[in-house]
């Protein structure tokens, strides 16, 4: 794991290598249509920035490595209970490894909790969780400076494994606790060089044997908002800085494993070959096709190829697949139309071929009269006659909760509309916005 102890200045501007303009800041948002809920000044955000910046950021890529039970993520575990102390909060680690922040009582219940996650996919972008975490405390440090007096508890959260990098399987954290993972699943998880989460958790200093559900913990939360960088330019192409979520589309995650026969690349005939990369390769190119028509999305961004040498006919060829559908029956014609296909190529070229759906989240449609709080809270505070409300094909650990407490999202204007990279980016008036709006949104909930 490399991890740079390097990195860009200390604002949101500067985050991305490949940020627009080769690095250089957006430029602030002029636009009046949504200035955001009484101004802020950001300065807590800022100095929370700076200081979890580099870690975890791989010089050569200019993106992180933050993977879950890892030293990068280590060290953002220890960013987090810092924060948390300094500001005089509960400090506690549940039995899944997720960290909390508490101002109040967590046993009086009907909490209100915010945070999102700190881990990133490989190379990923500054942005996509972190933004939640820092603009949580920085909302807190908002409410408090405004005098803002509690009269429910408030909890700030860091959920472990969003992202799934190392084991494959996203939002474990979440999962855990909500009972959607079972102990037993979490175990048999193992990571690209056999580690299983077991071992890994283990490694990190923490027990492997207490995961499981975490009812008692949830009964304690009352709402759960979770703030996060837009990944898509709806609000930038609406102009607004600051939007709610209506739903997460449903989406899985699909292993397609297709089996032939290793050989010399240089003295097998093609037409003696068994190449698992062949059908393989017609499959990607289906899952584009079979997206288009459906209104979908699909896409193979992960292989692995055995015995992966460059001049060795490939034994194994596993792919897998990544899809996301506006609806259920979209999602299912997609995915069906992907695997009709594989399966076709592959007898076509004398393959066997395995589908195993690894993970599944079906339509999340956020709780309604929290999510109708949340624009009428915003509305207020804007002064503006409605706030955007949007639906995003990206999971979230908010949306993993819903099952189980009243969730809602609110997400940040990202000029680009590139996420999971890099290039991810949210200009600095833009996250302060974010600020604003979440503080307002926290103080309409915890302080009324």
């Not at 500001?87 to 680690?93: F, H, K, N, S």
């Not at 980016?425 to 309409?444: K, P, Q, S």
């Amino acid at each position: 794991m490399s991890q740079g102890s390097g990195g860009h200045g200390g604002s949101p501007a500067d985050a991305g290598a490949s940020s627009p303009a080769a690095g250089s800041a957006v430029p602030a948002s002029s636009d009046p249509r949504n200035d955001g809920p009484r101004p802020v000044t950001g300065a807590s955000f800022h100095e929370m920035w700076r200081e979890l910046l580099p870690i975890g950021r791989h010089p050569a890529s200019g993106g992180y490595r933050r993977h879950a039970w890892t030293g990068a993520d280590a060290e953002c575990r220890e960013w987090f209970r810092a924060q948390a102390r300094s500001r005089g909060l509960t400090y506690e680690v549940d039995r899944n490894g997720n960290q909390w922040a508490w101002l109040g009582d967590p046993g009086a219940g009907d909490a209100v909790v915010t945070g999102s996650h700190l881990d990133s996919v490989p190379d990923g972008g500054a942005f996509d969780g972190p933004l939640g975490v820092v603009s949580s405390f920085a909302a807190l440090d908002e409410l408090r400076g405004r005098g803002a007096r509690f009269t429910r508890p408030l909890g700030i959260v860091n959920f472990g494994d969003e992202e799934g990098a190392r084991f494959g399987l996203a939002c474990a954290g979440s999962r855990l606790t909500a009972g959607q993972l079972t102990a037993e699943q979490a175990h048999r998880l193992t990571d690209s060089e056999g580690i299983s989460l077991p071992q890994a958790m283990e490694a990190a200093g923490y027990d492997p044997e207490a995961i499981g559900a975490d009812p008692e913990r949830l009964a304690r939360i009352g709402a759960f908002v979770e703030l996060h960088v837009e990944q898509g330019r709806a609000l930038d192409l609406s102009g607004d800085r600051v939007g709610v979520a209506s739903a997460i589309w449903p989406h899985g995650r699909w292993r397609f494993d297709f089996r032939g026969e290793a050989n010399h690349a240089g003295t097998t005939r093609l037409v003696d070959r068994r190449d698992p990369m062949l059908p393989y390769a017609e499959t990607v190119l289906a899952a584009r096709r079979e997206a288009e028509l459906a209104g979908a999305v699909a896409t193979f961004g992960k292989i692995s190829v055995e015995p992966n040498g460059v001049n060795a006919i490939p034994s194994l060829v596993r792919g897998w697949l990544d899809s996301r559908g506006p609806d259920q029956d979209s999602l299912d014609t997609v995915v069906g139309g992907i695997e009709k296909a594989a399966r076709e190529y592959a007898d076509a070229h004398g393959i066997d071929l395995d589908v195993v759906r690894e993970s599944f989240t079906p339509v999340i449609e956020f709780d309604h009269a929290l999510r109708d709080e949340l624009a009428r809270v915003l509305e207020t505070a804007n002064g503006r006659p409605e706030v955007p409300v949007l639906g995003t094909g990206a999971g979230h650990d908010a949306g993993i909760l819903s099952g189980s407490v009243p969730t809602a999202m609110l997400f940040v204007r990202n000029p680009t509309g590139v996420s999971h990279s890099p290039a991810e980016f949210a200009a600095e008036d833009d996250c302060v916005a974010g600020v604003g709006a979440l503080a307002a949104v926290l103080e309409g909930l915890a302080c009324r």
